[in-house]
Nanobody
């Protein structure tokens, strides 16, 4: 089992910044991918960004140049630094862990509004 604990969501004005964190614990070994997905009201869950334990990253086109995914040093921690936030970035953001298994965090709300 793998447990994911997210933090860092909140309310921010358009153009602002937020940093999300996700800490993974439990049975973690070998090659895996961690990442962030988001789900806006009335829409399907979509990929935001992923990072492998080797550090390779992948981004959705709509966040390239604005969001940065990174790993913490020495821990199974992933960060999502979000800049130049737009109202359309409003969603519940979910941390994801994937190897041969898939786990999801509980989600953290990000609201971009003036």
């Amino acid at each position: 089992q793998v447990q994911l604990v997210e933090s860092g969501g909140g309310l921010v004005q358009p153009g602002g910044s937020l940093r999300l964190s996700c800490v993974a614990s439990g049975s973690i070994f070998g090659i895996y991918v961690m990442g962030w997905y988001r789900e806006a009201p009335g829409k399907e869950r979509e990929l935001v960004a992923t990072i492998t334990n080797g550090g390779s990253t992948n981004y959705a086109d709509f966040v390239k140049g604005r969001f940065t995914i990174s790993k913490g040093n020495g821990k199974n921690t992933v960060y999502l630094q979000m800049e130049s936030l737009k109202p359309e970035d409003t969603a519940v953001y979910y941390c994801n862990f994937r190897d041969l298994r898939t786990y999801w965090g509980q989600g953290t709300q990000v609201t971009v509004s003036s």
